[in-house]
């Protein structure tokens, strides 16, 4: 079946620094969206994304859905210990029917 | 309700036995998915419902799997005759009608056969 790689799998980070990371899919898709995931909670929306080429801000969080429409990624500026947690990408492909498909997930911890 | 409800929260169970677990979602939302997530996994889909009926049950791992939803509200996901390898976490979410692909997810209830 379709498979988003989401990449880097665990991050290790200190304070204050930047973040990225990033999906990429053999399909195209209509839709990219972040999602966060605290322990013992279902996933949280962070960003949604609509367009190719659209990029998009949610506080210090930013967002790009690639233009060949398969790929997007995420940048956290400025990290803050309630970073962390595991973000997972989603991706809405045009034959679906409202399902999406989510990537392996990306733990980020950060070390204040 | 304010936001998606599922029960019961945690639910141990003795391998072979038949589970059922709840899903109530946002008031006035028609989609409803149901999705597994196993440990330090991504989340693996498993059925959609749009009001009462199921366009899409192709990610039900078995025949031992099988999902309803009553009245366009709670959706009811049964396991039947369970195995250890059923063992995850299971969220269920809800989204409008109007294709609002930004799903809202309630807390899960993890699942543990022994």
């Known amino acids: 079946g379709q498979q988003l790689n989401q990449s880097p799998q665990s991050m290790f980070i200190q304070e204050g620094e930047d973040v990225s990371m990033n999906c990429t899919s053999s399909s195209i898709f209509n839709t990219w969206l972040w999602y966060k995931q605290d322990p013992g909670e279902g996933p949280v929306l962070l960003i949604a994304?609509?367009?190719?080429?659209e990029l998009t801000s949610n506080g210090r969080l930013t967002a790009q859905f690639g233009i060949t429409r398969k790929d997007s990624f995420l940048n956290i500026s400025a990290s803050i210990p309630s970073d962390v947690g595991i973000y997972f990408c989603a991706g809405h492909l045009p034959s679906n029917t409202g399902k999406l498909i989510f990537g392996q997930g990306t733990t980020l911890q950060v070390k204040p | 309700g304010a936001g998606v409800s599922q029960s019961p929260s945690n639910k141990v169970t003795e391998k072979g036995k038949d589970v059922e677990l709840r899903c109530d979602p946002i008031s006035g939302h028609t989609a409803l998915y149901w999705y597994r997530q196993s440990l330090g996994q991504g989340l693996e889909f498993l059925i959609y419902?749009?009001?009462?009926?199921?366009?899409?049950k192709s990610g039900l791992p078995s025949d031992r799997f099988s999902a309803e939803r009553t009245g366009g509200s709670v959706s009811t996901l049964t396991i039947q005759r369970t195995q250890q390898e059923d063992s995850a976490v299971y969220l269920c979410a809800s989204s409008s009608v109007t294709g609002d692909y930004g799903y809202t997810f309630g807390s899960g209830t993890r699942l543990t056969v022994v």
């Open positions: 419902f749009q009001g009462n009926s199921a366009p899409d």
């Open positions: 994304l609509y367009k190719a080429g």
